[in-house]
């Protein structure tokens, strides 16, 4: 008889690890905090689309549903920039064919949901909210949001996936002697604010393309939805600083606001007062832990041991790999959780917190560096050797386009700032690169120095 | 009529705080886990004795008890290090009269205790356990751990000086929509194990000074009481690493590992195998967190909002800081709390992390560099630098006599380091330092470049 396995939270990481478990003809049990979003309707609380990127997409191909999903995924190829004056600027994300792609993040979920569900050794639960869990008896206890009743349920094994305020995490931090743990806000909040189809149901921007209004200490960002909107989201201090959000209180001051940074944003925003008003402003968190497990009994996985700020659109492609790795260490460990819990805990949380960082980094890149000609300039210089030397991949591209361990791709990130601290300060480099011999000089001696990447 | 204020927690910093604001009038009720140590006997369940330095000493005094205190406490005047073959090398800690004190904790803060009880707006709860605070109402709950009574405690103000693992803090935790939150455990334990006096009463090794044991990756040392007897302490790592605590189990491993390492403390350590069994191994905890403050209403001090590690000596001096900064904050704003508690939690965060990072990084010194013949050059030749130049405090001073602000102390610790990597690769620089004018130069360079410092 197969292990009973208990998931708490079906998110977008707990369903897919559901799927993959059940795969294998584990017993599954899922309890969910929502009710079932198939009749509920899916409320999210965050944001309502995500990009998805290749190492979320190995794992959905692992799950056997890449194709369903890429049906429902509109494909953005690159960055486009929006000045103050409405000028638009575009930045390709890697070759022709390489793309992050929108996704919805309830459709996603039902989806996943609906595939585990096919399985007859799994089990759905909705509405019940885990309240903890005794780690060293893999017991877990819940309570029914409408009904009130409470329930304990024992299972050979724990996955908890639920979420950034995790409460199997907050039983593992009791249950641990030692739990480090951090989590740490930035003093910016989000908005979401909706961009709907143009009146012949088209989208009212460039719909393979992730928008930015970059504006130096804050930003606006959009993606693409398949009904022909946009999710426009505006990430701004809380306080402090202006602008701010504490500093935008009355119709007059929001769009004054508008009007000075996003001007060009206003007519595709109708109702904005509105939506400024009444979407909540959500915060921003990173969570960093160690251990994720209790013994073999308890691991914590997604969002729950490791919730990253958004900006290099990696948490859920972060969760997905969780899942990947996790499911090859099963083949590789033939089954023994004992050390396919230990493996990965021994060697993920590294990776873990380098996304951590890069996201955090992504953030300055994103609301001001985009609209820097140095960087700009690097951008292009760094593509080209990529076409000279496919072995040199722009970090960029390490990340979101390769499964490279997200560590290595941090301290590659490092060495190449360095190397173009040394090329950027070359006298009139903005017009000579391109056949510099200085410029080849100094990038043959770097690539000498480098290590051969681990995977591609 | 005075505020009614609630100190959650009688421990060292509690019990100062109460003193403090006894004395100017407020309503003050303290309540305190544990039971009355003048009655119960102080069980501590941590280190046994302290080091007290300058900051510490100058809350002493404006609590108007530093005399008293003063002829409990023994001078250490510099470390005697013990290499492995018993050989002794003393270091001092600075000029002749410059020392840091030993001094029991149950008999500190029972005197403490005391002195707050002889003020009749004063009033002691022993045996109350804080379940939480309900922040914006300033109101506390309390279960007595003998009768299970269970307390609601109404006030003005609330103070949690509960120690590293408090009870308010989790409470702002919930309270606060953005607390940023880390606690990080060392991978290394400590244990006690006592030093009883000689025969006739004396100490057995030199009283006047912090005993060292360096040994690389661990360490022993021992502090004196004033029975005659030493308080050792064994830091060493939990697992892993030869040698580690869970490597030592049976008396062959426990003997042959002080025979190796610590031979001439076995023979002061008569109970070594017992006490090695049956003594704890406690861990060792970094805490940071902000805010420290809910509105006016709630403040978390001392370890329960900065706990450190004690590689420094100054986690208990600077909780007292705290009380000696708040204290002259009261003067400064004139009791207005809401002014006091911003201006406190606006400039005391970076020094409570700027000490833990010190901490942190006085346990590689004193495991390993206290041993370097480098390490001991640098202290001369500093020392040398400061008889010339009396601005020019080492770091160690900065931290342990003077009331420089810690973070002040640690950025000129980092330039310091800077200084002295260039003059320590110097040509013969062992033996040429004294009256080497290429020292000179490079010294009085890098103080042209110094800030003066903001207060000594
Ligand atoms: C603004 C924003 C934009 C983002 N954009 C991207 C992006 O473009 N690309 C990307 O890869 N990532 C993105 N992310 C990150 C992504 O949303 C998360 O990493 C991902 O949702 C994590 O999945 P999860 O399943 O671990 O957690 P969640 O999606 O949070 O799921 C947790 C589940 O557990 C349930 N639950 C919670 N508590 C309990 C309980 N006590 N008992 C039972 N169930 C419980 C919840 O209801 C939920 O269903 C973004 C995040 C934000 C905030
Ligand atoms: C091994 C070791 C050596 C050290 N050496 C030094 C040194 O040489 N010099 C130095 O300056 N510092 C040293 N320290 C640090 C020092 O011990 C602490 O910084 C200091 O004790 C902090 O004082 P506190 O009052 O904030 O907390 P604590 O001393 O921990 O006091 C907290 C009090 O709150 C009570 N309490 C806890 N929870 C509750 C609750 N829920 N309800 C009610 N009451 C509660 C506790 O019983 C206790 O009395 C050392 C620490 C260790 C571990």
């Known amino acids: 008889m197969k292990d009973r396995i208990l998931i708490v939270g079906a998110g977008l990481v707990g369903s897919l690890w559901a799927v993959l ?104 639960h909705f509405g019940y909210k885990c309240l903890g869990v005794v780690a060293e008896e893999a017991k877990a206890h819940f309570e029914h949001r409408d009904t009130g009743e409470h329930l304990t349920v024992n299972a050979d094994r724990i996955f908890g996936t639920d979420g ?51 504006r130096g200490q804050f930003m606006m960002i959009a993606l693409p939805n398949v009904d022909g909107s946009f999710t426009g989201t505006l990430f701004l201090a809380y306080e402090g600083q202006t602008p701010a959000f504490d500093q935008l209180n009355t119709d007059e001051e929001i769009m004054a606001f508008f009007q000075t940074y996003f001007a060009d944003a206003i007519p595709l925003i109708p109702n904005l007062l509105e939506e400024f008003r009444e979407n909540p402003t959500s915060s921003l968190i990173t969570i960093r832990c160690s251990p994720w497990r209790y013994e073999d009994k308890v691991l914590i ?47 993920r949380i590294k990776d873990a917190n380098a996304i951590a960082d890069l996201a955090l980094r992504n953030f300055i890149e994103m609301r001001d560096k985009v609209a820097d000609p140095k960087f700009l300039l690097r951008k292009e210089i760094a593509a080209h050797f990529n076409k000279i030397y496919p072995e040199f991949l722009p970090l960029y591209s390490q990340v979101t386009f390769s499964h490279i361990p997200y560590s ?36 043959r001696k770097w690539m000498q120095g480098r290590p051969v990447l681990a995977t591609s």
């Open 164 to 214: 950034a305020f995790s409460a199997v995490r907050r039983s593992l931090m009791k249950a641990l002697p030692r739990f480090n743990y951090s989590q740490s806000f930035l003093d910016y909040g989000y908005k979401e604010l909706h961009i709907p189809p143009t009146t012949d149901g088209k989208h009212a921007l460039d719909p393979n393309a992730l928008h930015i209004w970059p």
């Open 21 to 124: 478990l059940a795969k294998r003809g584990y017993q599954v049990e899922v309890f969910e905090l929502r009710n079932d979003p198939r009749k509920a309707g899916f409320k999210g609380g965050r944001s309502i689309n995500l990009a998805m990127s290749d190492r979320g997409w190995k794992a959905m191909e692992r799950a056997g549903i890449k194709d369903t999903i890429r049906q429902q995924a509109i494909p953005m190829r690159g960055r486009k920039m929006h000045d103050t004056a409405g000028q638009l600027t575009f930045q390709p994300y890697g070759d022709q064919d390489q793309a992050i792609y929108s996704v919805s993040r309830g459709g996603l979920n039902i989806e996943l949901i609906d595939i585990a569900d096919q399985y007859d050794n799994l089990k759905f």
């Open 301 to 347: 996985m997604g969002d729950a041991s490791h919730a990253i700020v958004p900006f290099y659109g990696q948490g859920m492609n972060s969760g997905f790999e969780d899942c990947t790795l996790l499911d090859e260490l099963i083949d590789a460990h033939d089954g023994n959780w004992a050390e396919i819990i230990e493996a990965f805990n021994h060697s």
């Open 408 to 443: 290595e791709a941090l301290e590659e990130g490092h060495a190449q700032d360095a190397l173009f601290e040394e090329i950027l300060v070359l006298d009139g480099i903005e017009h000579n690169w391109k056949d510099n011999p200085e410029v080849d000089r100094i990038f």
